[in-house]
C-alpha cells in the first residue's frame, strides 16, 4: 500500500524538482505512447523533443558560416514561447492570488480585437511609432475582457472560472463575425480575413534571417517586473496573502475585492497584450484563427514555471518545443497534430501529480498495518 | 498516586480483567517519539482522566485507542483479551464511542439525518423514537427533527453524544468537552457521564481543566511529553499539585493583582454598536456598549459562537459598521476605518485565530510581521518592503517572548500551537499599542506559553495601555481581567469589577440569565 505522510515543511527542493520529474514521466508516458503508435519510440522523442536542443547546440557550437542554418528551429522556439511567456507570466501572479483565470484565450483574442482595430482605422503610410498605441490597445482589450469575470465575481460571487472560460467562446464567435463583416478586407475575395497590416503595425524582427521580434524582450521585461512585484513590493505580498489566507489579508488590512481586480485585470491584459503581439508578429491581419490557445497552453506555463513569473518564461521554451516537436513530428513522423496536445496534457496531468509530494512524502506500507 | 509502571499487571486473580489495558505503547512520527512507553489502566464503569499539556501525546493515545492509528509497539487487551483496533468501525463493533473536541456534525443536516449516516440503515421514524428515549434517559434535551445549524454548541454535542450511546459503548471518550460549554452546561454534562458510569460505562475523559477533573474522575493517568508522569485519584489531589505533574516544574501563576486600575483615561470605547450577521450562520451585534480605560484589563467572558468574532472583526475593522461613531480609539471615531488606519492610531489586534487569520501557515515569520506592521510600523514605506526590517522585527519578538522554532526565519506552520501563539501576540506586544484587543490569547497553547502571555497582557496594561481580552476560558478571564463583562446572543453585558463577580455569577450570564439585564445576577439566583 502506498501511503502520504504530511511534510513538518513544505519542500522547497521538490518544489523545483518536480516539474523535472513531471517532463521525464511525460517523455516516458510519451515513449510508450509512440510505441503503441507503432513508432519507434527513442526515435520519435529525439525528433519530439531533443531536436530543437540539439540544433541549438549545432548553433551555439559550429564556426560561423556552419551555425547559422541551425538557428531557425530554436529561434522559432522563441517565437512561440513569446504569447506564452507574456501569457504565463500573468496567469502566475493571478493564480498567487487564488484567482483563476482560465480564459486567457479570451482576453488574448480582445486583445488581437483592439488592437487590430488601430491597425485597421489608421490612416495610410503610418510608421512605427503606431506600435505603441496598437500595443496599448490590445493590453486595454484584455483588461475589459477580464474586468467582466472581476465584476461578477467581486458584486455577485460568480465563479471566475466559469465565467471567464465561457467568455472564450464569446471572444472567438465576435472574431469570426468581425472578420466575416465590419473587419473583412473589402478586396479579399470573400475569405474571412482583414486586410494585411501595414508595416508601421509589424513587431520589429530582431535577428535578420529569422521572425525574432522585439515581443522577446517585452516578455522578458514583464517576466522580471512582474517578479519584483511579487518579491519585493506590498502589492505582492498582498496577492500572496489574500491567495494563502484571505482572511489573514482582511486582518492585515488589504481588500479582497481589489486584489481579484489587480489579478484579473493584470492576467488580462498581458494577455491582451500577448494577442496584439502575436497577431502583429506573425499572421499579420484579423482572421478566425489566431493560436487563441496559448492562452490555455500559458495555464501549463504558470505552473510549470512554479507560479513565478520568471519560472514562466522557462515554462513557456518548454511548451513551445513541444509545438515545434509537434510540428516536426507531423512532417517526419506522420503522427497525427493532436499528439501535442495529448503531451501538453499530459505534462500539466504529471506536474500537478509531482506537486503533491511538496507537501507530502511517500510511504510504501505492508497493506493491513499502516 | 502510584509508581507509573505498577498498574499493568496479569489479573490471573479472582479480580475481573479491566475493560481496557495499555501496555508499553509507544509511537513513533520519524524519530520523534509522541507516546513512550505509555501504560493506561481502565477498570469498567470507571471515570478515567487523561491529563497532559498539548502535546504531551493525550490526542496521539486516543487516537489508537479508537483505531485511527497504530501504535509503533505495545499492546491493548479489551476486557483481558490482546486485540489489535485496526480502524475506528473495528473500536465501535467492540463497544468504544467517542466525541471529538471538534464536532463531525453537518450544519445542514437534521440531528436524525445526522445520527443516521453513522449507524446502518435504518427507518428515520424509528430512529427518532431511539433518539428521543436515549435523549430522556440521560437528560440530553434535543428534538431530533431540528436542523443542527440552528443549535447551540452544547446542543451539537449532546448530538454527538447520542450518536455514541445508540451504539451502546462500554468505554465512551470525551476529548476536551467543556472548552465550549458554559459551567451550567458542564453540569449537566457530568449528570449525564455519572448515571452513564453507574450503568457500567467506563468513560475515558480528555482534558486540561484541573477542577473538572477533581469534580468528575475517580482516577487519572497524567503525561508529559510523551511518557506516563503518574497514576492518581485526582480526589485526592489538588489542582495545583496535578498541575505541578503536568507541567514538570513549578510553574509561574499569574494572579491579578489590585491595581488601581480604572483611573486612566478611556482609550477604547465602543459605543451602541450594531451590526447585522453576515450569514445566516452568524451572530448579529445589538447595541454593544464598553469603556475600557489605560491602565485595566477587560474581559469578556462567554461560550463560543455568541458574537465574539463579529466583536472582534468590528473592532479590527475586517467588518466595518454603519457609523464612526461606534468605535472610538484614544477619543478618535474609527467605525469605519480600515485595520491599517486603527492601528496608526495606536491599536493592535490578535484575533482568534492564529492559522490563517492573525498569521499566515504558509509565509516566514518575518513575512508575518508584514502583515501586522506593514504601515504602522513604517516597513514598507512608499511600497516597497524593506525587509532587513521585517527580520529585524521577528528576531526581537523571538526574543522577546521566547519563541522557539527550529531555524532562522521559519514558515509560521511550522512552529508549534504556542510558539505561534506568543509570535503573534508579541508582534503586537512589542509595539506598545495604546489598544490591545485579543481574543482566545492562550486557547490550546501550553501552561508555560499560556503564563508567558498573560504576565506580558497584565505589564502592558500596568504601562497604562488599555487591554481588552475577549476569552472562553473562565480561569484566564477571573486570574488577568479587572472588570469582567459577557457576551450572550450578540449582546453585552455591563461589565463589573472581577472582585464582585464569580464563575457561578459570570455562568449565568454566559447562559443567557438575563442577557438585557445589566444588574449583577443576586445571590439567590446563582
Known amino acids: 500500500m502506498i501511503l502520504l505522510d504530511p511534510r513538518p515543511q513544505p519542500s522547497r527542493a521538490l518544489a523545483l524538482l518536480s516539474p523535472v ?55 522559432e522556439v522563441v517565437v512561440k514561447a513569446i504569447p506564452l511567456a507574456l501569457i504565463g507570466a500573468g496567469l502566475a501572479v493571478c493564480f498567487r492570488a487564488n484567482v483563476w483565470n482560465i480564459g486567457a484565450a479570451g482576453q488574448y483574442t480582445l486583445g488581437a480585437i483592439t488592437g487590430g482595430w488601430i491597425a485597421l482605422s489608421a490612416p495610410d503610410g503610418a510608421s512605427g511609432i503606431w506600435l505603441v498605441p496598437y500595443l496599448a490597445a490590445g493590453a486595454l482589450g484584455g483588461m475589459a475582457w477580464a474586468a ?10 460568480a465563479n471566475e472560472i466559469l465565467v471567464s472560460l465561457m467568455l472564450t467562446y464569446v471572444a472567438a464567435q465576435l472574431l469570426d463575425w468581425l472578420v466575416r463583416g465590419p473587419f473583412k478586407d473589402p478586396a479579399g475575395f470573400g475569405f474571412p480575413e482583414s486586410k494585411e497590416f501595414q508595416d508601421g503595425f509589424i513587431m520589429p524582427v530582431l535577428v535578420g534571417g529569422t521572425r525574432l521580434h522585439l515581443g522577446a524582450v517585452l516578455a522578458i521585461v514583464a517576466a522580471v517586473a512582474l517578479w519584483l512585484m511579487m518579491t519585493r513590493t506590498m502589492k505582492g505580498f498582498q496577492v500572496r496573502v489574500i491567495g494563502a489566507a484571505p482572511r489573514a489579508g482582511a486582518f492585515a488590512g488589504f481588500s479582497q475585492d481589489r486584489t481579484i481586480w489587480f489579478a484579473l485585470l493584470l492576467s488580462g491584459g498581458l494577455a491582451g497584450l500577448a494577442g496584439a503581439v502575436e497577431v502583429s508578429a506573425t499572421v499579420q491581419q484579423l482572421q478566425p484563427q489566431i493560436s487563441a490557445e496559448y492562452g490555455f497552453v500559458a495555464i501549463i506555463v504558470a505552473f510549470l514555471g512554479r507560479l513565478n513569473p520568471i519560472g514562466a518564461l522557462f515554462g513557456a521554451l518548454i511548451l513551445a518545443v513541444s509545438y515545434i516537436g509537434g510540428e516536426n513530428a507531423q512532417i517526419m513522423l506522420k503522427l497525427p497534430k493532436a499528439v501535442t496536445g495529448i503531451f501538453q496534457g499530459m505534462l500539466l496531468f504529471f506536474l500537478l501529480a509531482c506537486d503533491t509530494l511538496i507537501h507530502y512524502r511517500i510511504r510504501l506500507a505492508a497493506p493491513g498495518r499502516a | 498516586m502510584s509508581a507509573p509502571a505498577e498498574q499493568s499487571g496479569d489479573h490471573a486473580g479472582s479480580q475481573p480483567p479491566p475493560l481496557l489495558e495499555a501496555r508499553g505503547i509507544v509511537k513513533k512520527f520519524g524519530d520523534f517519539a509522541a507516546n513512550d512507553d505509555v501504560a493506561l489502566v481502565i477498570q469498567p464503569g470507571e471515570k478515567h482522566a487523561l491529563l497532559g499539556e498539548n502535546g504531551a501525546g493525550k490526542s496521539t493515545l ?17 476486557n483481558g483479551r490482546q486485540v489489535v483496533i485496526h480502524k475506528p468501525a473495528e473500536a465501535r463493533d467492540m463497544g468504544i464511542g467517542m466525541v471529538f473536541q471538534h464536532f463531525s456534525v453537518f450544519d445542514a443536516l437534521s440531528v436524525v439525518e445526522n445520527i443516521a449516516l453513522a449507524l446502518p440503515p435504518q427507518p428515520m421514524r424509528a430512529l427518532s423514537e431511539r433518539i428521543r428515549q436515549v435523549s430522556e434517559a440521560y437528560g440530553l434535551a434535543i428534538d431530533p427533527g431540528r436542523a443542527v445549524h440552528t443549535l447551540s454548541v452544547g446542543e451539537k454535542q449532546r448530538v454527538e453524544i447520542i450518536r455514541c450511546l445508540l451504539q ?24 449525564t457521564l455519572e448515571k452513564l458510569a453507574a450503568e457500567g460505562c467506563s468513560i475515558l475523559y480528555i482534558s486540561h481543566k484541573l477542577e473538572e477533573v477533581k469534580a468528575l474522575c475517580d482516577a487519572a ?14 480526589k485526592a489531589e489538588t489542582a495545583r499539585s496535578m498541575a505541578e505533574m503536568m507541567v514538570g516544574d513549578q510553574i509561574a501563576w499569574v494572579e491579578r493583582q489590585d491595581r488601581a486600575a480604572g483611573g486612566g483615561p478611556v482609550r477604547l470605547k465602543i459605543d451602541h454598536l450594531n451590526l447585522a450577521a453576515e450569514s445566516e450562520f452568524g451572530v448579529t451585534l445589538k447595541d454593544l456598549s464598553l469603556e475600557v480605560h489605560g491602565g485595566e484589563v477587560v474581559g469578556i467572558a462567554g461560550v463560543a459562537g455568541e458574537g465574539q468574532a463579529e466583536l472582534m472583526e468590528a473592532l479590527t475593522g475586517e467588518v466595518l459598521s454603519d457609523s464612526d461613531a461606534t468605535i472610538h480609539i484614544d477619543g478618535v471615531p474609527m467605525g469605519r476605518a480600515d485595520p491599517t488606519k486603527r492601528r496608526l492610531a495606536g491599536a493592535a489586534f490578535v484575533p482568534e485565530e492564529r492559522n ?21 510600523e513604517g516597513i514598507a514605506a512608499r511600497g516597497w518592503i524593506d525587509f532587513s526590517k521585517a527580520s529585524d522585527w521577528a528576531g526581537r519578538v523571538r526574543e522577546g517572548f521566547d519563541v522557539r522554532a527550529a531555524s532562522e526565519n521559519p514558515v509560521a506552520a511550522s512552529l508549534s500551537g504556542g510558539n505561534l501563539q506568543k509570535f503573534v501576540v508579541g508582534r503586537e506586544i512589542l509595539r506598545e499599542p495604546g489598544v490591545l484587543v485579543v481574543s482566545q490569547p ?24 488599555a487591554v481588552l481580552v475577549i476569552s472562553q476560558d473562565l480561569e484566564e478571564i477571573f486570574s488577568i481581567c479587572d472588570k469582567i463583562a459577557v457576551i450572550h446572543h450578540g449582546r453585552l453585558s455591563k461589565e463589573h469589577p472581577a472582585a464582585e463577580m464569580t464563575p457561578e455569577k459570570v455562568g449565568l450570564l454566559m447562559g443567557g440569565a438575563h442577557p438585557e439585564d445589566t444588574e449583577i445576577p443576586t445571590e439567590e439566583m446563582a
Open chain 2, 62 to 78: 486516543v487516537k489508537m485507542i479508537y483505531g485511527v492509528m497504530q501504535p509503533t509497539s505495545g499492546e491493548f487487551f479489551w
Open chain 1, 21 to 75: 520529474i513531471a517532463i521525464v514521466l511525460t517523455l516516458v508516458a510519451g515513449g510508450i505512447l509512440m510505441a503503441a503508435m507503432g513508432k519507434d519510440p527513442v526515435e520519435a522523442l529525439s525528433i519530439y523533443f531533443f531536436q530543437p536542443f540539439k540544433e541549438f547546440w549545432l548553433w551555439l557550437t559550429l564556426p560561423p558560416g556552419e551555425a547559422e542554418m541551425w538557428l531557425y528551429t530554436p529561434s
Open chain 2, 168 to 191: 451502546n459503548p462500554k468505554l465512551l471518550i470525551m476529548d476536551e468537552p467543556t472548552s465550549v460549554l458554559t459551567p451550567q452546561e458542564t453540569e449537566l454534562l457530568f449528570q
Open chain 1, 148 to 157: 467582466i469575470p472581476a465584476l461578477l465575481r467581486v458584486r455577485f460571487n
Open chain 2, 221 to 234: 493517568t497524567i503525561l508529559r511529553h510523551g511518557r506516563v508522569v503518574a497514576h492518581c485519584d485526582p
Open chain 2, 356 to 376: 490563517g487569520h492573525a498569521a499566515v501557515g504558509a509565509l516566514t515569520l518575518s513575512e508575518n510581521i508584514i502583515l501586522a506592521h506593514h504601515t504602522a
Open chain 2, 442 to 465: 492562550t486557547w490550546g497553547v501550553d501552561a508555560g506559553a499560556a503564563s508567558v502571555i498573560r504576565r506580558a497582557l497584565i505589564d502592558l496594561a500596568a504601562k497604562g495601555s
